[in-house]
Every structure is written in structure tokens, then in C-alpha cells.
């Protein structure tokens, strides 16, 4: 019983380059968020989408890409990475609205 | 606006005591959801309880206990007998009810550090 698999679970970028972070979940879920958690400031809602073919904008999108082809996989992308998106990036999924979160193990994300 | 404050960023506890940790919350909303989250040191985050917004009973579970109160928009998590699996932060999130997006709002958290 998998859950919610997110890889890599570290990585180091340069200014500049590009990735994606992948997320996977294997309960059905319709609804996946990517929240990034930086140092005493919880966690902040990045994208988010409601079912396969429908994405939208949470609080910090920008430097951020998603898509939702599947209801299984819900990547992010990452395009010109800059020193502020340092970040823990937790990947989630929900069965239904305000329901309970199923979160990844987390992915480190270092960009120097 | 939808908010989340916990106004404690660290707590400090030696193992056996009680400990309370406060979330107060801001929205306009009549209907809404609140959120306990637990980080332990490991990073994964962790479910603990779900409330909504018409029901303010007072709920327990083994040596954690949640008190929420709509007159004073908190919803405040304790730790009874605290032990040192216990140290984690603790996120408390609100959702809005009319959403059909199950976006939530976090609180900063608190750590709490509980010592043998």
C-alpha cells in the first residue's frame, strides 16, 4: 500500500536548470496539491488540482508548472531554478474536499 | 481573508507534562473545516483530527484532546503525559466549506520538544 510516492527525495540544482519533481498516488485520489514547506512558515500551497485534466493556481505558482494527464500522477515542474525555491516540497492527495490529506515523504530541494 | 496563527513557535516540556498547543483562526465563512497535522523528525506529515465547523464538542483521543471554540475561533490541541515521541511540529490548517478545491490554509506550526 504505497500511498503518496514522491521522487527524488533530494536534489541539488543550479541557477538556471530546470526539473521535475514526481508525484504518484495510488488510493484513486481526485484531489492533489503541491505545498512547499520552508523554515517556520508552514506549508504554502503551490498548485493544486481537483481531477485528471484540471489544474489551478494556489498561493505561490510562480517558477512552477503542473499537469494532471492521469489521476494517478501529479508533477511539478520547475523551469529556471533561482536560489528562492529552496524548499521542502510535499506532494498530497485527498479523497474529497476538506478531507483528510495523504501527504509524500517530502522531496529537498537545494538550488545554489 | 482566511488565516491561521500559531502564536507559539517552540515549546519546551519535560517528558509527563501536559502541554497545550493554540491555534486561532480568521474566516468569514459559516461553514469550514480545522486541521491537526503532526512533523516528526523524520519529515513526513501526519493526519491527526478533522473538525467542522457545526460541531464543537470537545474530542479525545488516548492522551491528545482538542477543545474548539467558535466565540474565540480557536481550536487548540493538548497533549496529555507528554512523551518524547511526542516532539514534532504541529500544523493546524483550515478549509474553507464553500471550496470544492480542498485547499488548506496552514498555520506556521509549532515544535514542540519534549525532554526525558
Known amino acids: 500500500n504505497a500511498g503518496v510516492t514522491q521522487t527524488p527525495k533530494f536534489r541539488i540544482l543550479k541557477i538556471g536548470q530546470s526539473m521535475t519533481l514526481q508525484c504518484t498516488q495510488d488510493m484513486n485520489h481526485n484531489y492533489m496539491y503541491w505545498y512547499r514547506q520552508d523554515p517556520g512558515m508552514g506549508l504554502k500551497l503551490i498548485y493544486y488540482s481537483v481531477g485528471a485534466g484540471i489544474t489551478d493556481k494556489g498561493e505561490v505558482p510562480n517558477g512552477y508548472n503542473v499537469s494532471r494527464s492521469t489521476t494517478e500522477d501529479f508533477p511539478l515542474r520547475l523551469e529556471l531554478a533561482a536560489p528562492s525555491q529552496t524548499s521542502v516540497y510535499f506532494c498530497?492527495?485527498?479523497?474529497?474536499?476538506?478531507?483528510?490529506?495523504?501527504f509524500g515523504e517530502g522531496s529537498r530541494l537545494t538550488v545554489l | 481573508a482566511q488565516k491561521v496563527t500559531q502564536a507559539q513557535t517552540e515549546i519546551s516540556v519535560v517528558e509527563k507534562e501536559d502541554v497545550t498547543l493554540d491555534c486561532v483562526y480568521e474566516?468569514?465563512?459559516?461553514?469550514?473545516?480545522l486541521f491537526w497535522y503532526k512533523q516528526p523528525p523524520s519529515g513526513e506529515l501526519v493526519f491527526l483530527i478533522r473538525?467542522?465547523?457545526?460541531?464543537?464538542q470537545n474530542e479525545i483521543s488516548g492522551r491528545y484532546s482538542w477543545n474548539f471554540q467558535k466565540s474565540t475561533s480557536s481550536f487548540n490541541f493538548t497533549i496529555t503525559a507528554s512523551q518524547v515521541v511526542d516532539s514534532a511540529v504541529y500544523f493546524c490548517a483550515l478549509g474553507r466549506g464553500s471550496s470544492n478545491t480542498g485547499k488548506l490554509i496552514f498555520g506556521q506550526g509549532t515544535t514542540l520538544q519534549v525532554k526525558p
Open positions: 473538525r467542522n465547523s457545526f460541531d464543537e
Open positions: 474566516t468569514r465563512d459559516t461553514t469550514y473545516y
Open positions: 498530497a492527495s485527498s479523497l474529497r474536499t476538506n478531507g483528510e490529506l495523504f
